[in-house]
């Protein structure tokens, strides 16, 4: 199955909003377990105040996975700057 990564830009601002969904935005990874291969925040230059998030997902096209991604509950709290959402090659597994 094909693999599809979002990359997602936290507003400015926006650390209560992550916080307050962040349980929600867990529930919703697991429920597309196994599916998600890997997935997580970016942080900011501290090295630990999140500033966005980079998910990789298995979906059938493209088109799929940004359905699947606009079920994410950040997305549905107004977390997200912007977001991008690409086929993805994972050449380098280890």
């Given at each position: 199955?094909?693999?599809?990564?979002?990359?997602?830009?936290?507003?400015?601002?926006?650390?209560?909003?992550?916080?307050?969904?962040r349980q929600a935005h867990l529930n919703w990874i697991a429920s597309l377990a196994p599916r998600v291969k890997i997935a997580?925040?970016?942080l900011a230059d501290d090295g630990a105040?999140?500033?966005g998030s980079i998910?990789?997902?298995e979906a059938d096209s493209l088109e799929a996975a940004k359905?699947?991604?606009?079920?994410d509950p950040y997305n549905?709290?107004?977390?997200?700057?912007?977001t991008s959402i690409r086929p993805f090659n994972w050449v380098v597994k280890q």
């Open positions: 199955m094909p693999l599809f990564a979002l990359y997602g830009l936290d507003k400015p601002g926006a650390l209560d909003v992550r916080k307050e969904t997580g925040p970016m105040t999140p500033v998910m990789v997902i359905a699947e991604y606009a079920g549905a709290a107004g977390l997200w700057q912007s």
